[in-house]
């Protein structure tokens, strides 16, 4: 009789130390991400256009400095660089609260905390994704990737639910000491980590300019890595602009609570849990890329959900709609990172995360700016249908591109790349 294998968070301390810390930050985030806007909504009584925008200000930094900062995550040793970015992103939180106790906080301030967390947030997370195919084999790095996934996931959904619900026990401002504590849990748990590294030596600056080319030359030079970052550009900047909404929707147009907003967008982390614990076993009974090809198409139907939304009871099709859309983008998250992870060559990782991170995420901070010129012209709903119109073409990308026909992602030929 075979023994069933240990967890990989059980047999792997150090995958162990980037779970705790991924989930952690995940869980401060994700109470940020319910409290900012509150903060902005109810605190500051800020209009609907910077209401919007805020949601996509700390994803800024990716767009604008994603493809530098790649490039320097791999010449230096990342578990320094981490820690670096945790301590920044400690410090610039704890401001907002203490200028709230002060009665100096300004809605220009939110925006400034916002941009340089997630300045910080880009480091963290660049050199963190390169650090896991150091901590986990190859053949593993599915379910290492699932169940970071799915316990960011969980984390996701407790955060917001915690968020929401202390927003109106705390404040919105207070809320975010939450995210201080949570960031410092991140810290101890990289500090923690034992992995080899090596260091490059330092470069010239032309050298580092031709870093940030290669990264965005290997993201684009083969027809599946163009296909899968097309996919996620096009439905990150639909589905942002259908989420920066989601604050004006639930509070101002439908008079809910920011708690029940907070439990609502918590639905979608809950169905992301499930999605990140069962994507292994789909993708051994259907394929990889079954399973990305078809994953966009509920969670398109899930954002829809919310056009039917009514106060009270009719708040339920949002909540079954957001858990399905987090089932179905779990599982098409954790294919398409495994699958760059498998290709890419180590010492392009940071360079390859950054870049891939630039179009898609970078579409996340187009998308507040667009969400909120789109609620002044269209009205919420109307702003929320468009930006469904623009998230559909994900899924037809998906469905009729080049890999309409691949059964296993990784059954394709790995690509070679100078490091």
């Known amino acids: 009789m075979m023994t069933k294998p240990r967890p990989l968070v059980v047999r792997n301390a150090n995958f162990r130390a980037l779970w705790v810390s991924s989930t952690a930050g995940i869980f401060g985030t994700s109470v940020a991400a319910v409290a900012l806007p509150l903060i902005a909504a109810v605190e500051l009584n800020a209009t609907d256009f910077a209401v919007a925008a805020l949601s996509g200000v700390g994803f800024l930094p990716w767009l604008l400095f994603g493809l ?7 010449r230096y040793r990342r578990k320094p660089v981490v820690m670096a970015a945790l301590v920044l992103r400690i ?3 704890l401001s907002l609260p203490v200028a709230f106790w002060l009665d100096r906080l300004t809605v220009t301030q939110l925006f400034v905390v916002s941009f340089l967390s997630g300045l910080a947030a880009v480091f963290s997370m660049l050199a963190e994704s390169a650090l896991l195919p150091r901590a986990v084999p190859r053949e593993e790095l599915i379910e290492g990737n699932g169940m970071m996934t799915g316990s960011a996931a969980s984390a996701d959904a407790v955060g917001r639910s915690a968020g929401g619900w202390l927003t109106g026990v705390w404040g919105a401002s207070n809320s975010l000491l939450l995210q201080v504590g949570a960031s410092a849990v991140s810290l101890v748990s990289v500090a923690s980590l034992k992995v080899s590294e090596t260091v490059s030596a330092p470069s010239a600056p032309s050298r580092i300019f031709r870093d940030m080319g290669d990264g965005l030359r290997y993201s ?9 970052l097309l996919v ?3 439905w990150n900047l639909g589905g942002a602009i259908v989420v920066s909404l989601m604050v004006i929707l639930v509070v101002r147009t439908l008079g809910e609570s920011g708690a029940m907003l907070g439990f609502l967008t918590a639905s979608t982390a809950l169905g992301g849990t499930l999605g990140g614990l069962t994507v292994t076993r789909a993708t051994r009974r259907w394929g990889s890329g079954t399973v990305w090809r078809f994953s966009m198409i509920p969670a398109v139907l899930g954002y829809a959900s919310l056009l039917l939304m009514t106060p009270g009871w009719g708040l339920v099709p949002g909540f079954i709609g957001l858990f399905l859309a987090g089932y179905a983008i779990a599982m098409n998250v954790v294919v398409s990172t495994s699958f760059r992870q498998r290709v890419c060559p180590p010492g392009m990782l940071g360079r390859l995360g950054s870049a891939s991170r630039m179009v898609t995420w970078g579409m996340l901070a187009i998308a507040g700016v667009i969400g909120g010129v789109l609620v002044d012209l269209l009205g919420v709903r109307g702003a929320i249908t468009a930006g469904l119109c623009i998230a559909v073409l994900a899924p037809a990308v998906a ?5 309409r ?6 059954d394709l030929e790995p690509v070679q790349a100078e490091t």
């Not at 530098?68 to 791999?74: F, N, Q, R």
């Not at 469905?399 to 890999?403: D, Q, S």
């Not at 026909?405 to 990784?410: A, F, G, M, Q």
């Open 68 to 74: 530098p900062i790649g490039a320097l995550v791999d």
């Open 232 to 234: 996620g550009a096009l």
């Open 220 to 228: 684009f030079s083969t027809a599946p890595l163009r296909t899968i």
């Open 399 to 403: 469905a009729f591109g080049p890999l």
């Open 405 to 410: 026909s691949i059964k296993h992602l990784e």
């Open 91 to 93: 410090s610039v939180l």
